[in-house]
């Protein structure tokens, strides 16, 4: 990493027309010169603790390996036919609670998963494919369980022989008890209208 950034920063001095001390070691160092350009020197040290900062940073975060959790998904889906629906359904549910109105709702905190939530009346049988996605994440702990259920149901469709839904990570979860969505949410058929049905 460090190679790569001094490697960088030369570059850009030479470009620059600055003189450059390069040595193998720093022992056998030739006296630094004065940096005749200001910018360059900010330029240097820009990219030399820039690269350093970088590459803390993905090293404190792990990222989802969304092709190893698709196949794990993949593999719940050929052992019980029935789970990829349910999958759908879930994925859905857990966003088909969003409000307009106040903009509370949806997949947004993987809310679906807690009570009371799961305990809505259109919720029922849903907590079997919440069940199956806490073995998933507890394999996968950088995945959040509001993009593990959205994505079971990409996968779903798609292992069905639906289209390719694009995804993209970036849910966050709460806690049980938090942004509890209040029941009948879900549109519902028998309303008669879309202003009635979706509030």
Same mark, same amino acid.
């Given at each position: 990493m460090f190679r790569q950034a001094f490697s960088r920063a030369s570059r850009v001095a030479a470009r620059a027309g600055a003189p450059l001390a390069v040595a193998r070691s720093m022992t056998v160092a030739a006296p630094r010169r004065p940096v005749s350009n200001n910018a360059t020197a900010l330029t240097v040290a820009f990219l030399l603790t820039t690269g350093a900062s970088v590459s803390?940073?993905?090293?404190?975060?792990k990222k989802a390996n969304l092709a190893k959790i698709r196949q794990e998904i993949v593999?719940?889906?050929?052992?019980?036919a029935a789970i990829g629906p349910t999958f759908v359904r879930?994925?859905?549910?857990s966003s088909g609670s969003y409000s307009k109105k106040d903009k509370s709702g949806g997949s947004q905190g993987g809310t679906i998963r807690h009570k009371p939530e799961s305990d809505h009346g259109g919720n029922a049988g849903l907590d079997i494919a919440v069940a199956r996605l806490e073995a998933i994440k507890a394999r996968h702990p950088e995945i959040t369980f509001a993009d593990l259920i959205v994505?079971?149901?990409?996968v779903?469709?798609?292992?069905?022989?639906g289209p390719e839904v694009p995804f993209r990570v970036?849910?966050?979860? #709460?806690?049980?008890?938090?942004? #509890? $969505?209040?029941d009948g949410r879900l549109p519902d058929a028998d309303k008669g209208?879309?202003?009635? $049905?979706?509030?």
């Open positions: 803390l940073l993905h090293a404190k975060e593999d719940l889906i050929d052992d019980d879930l994925a859905w549910h994505f079971s149901g990409i779903a469709i798609a292992e069905m022989g970036g849910r966050k979860d #709460v806690k049980a008890g938090e942004l #509890v $969505t209040p209208s879309k202003p009635a $049905t979706i509030n």
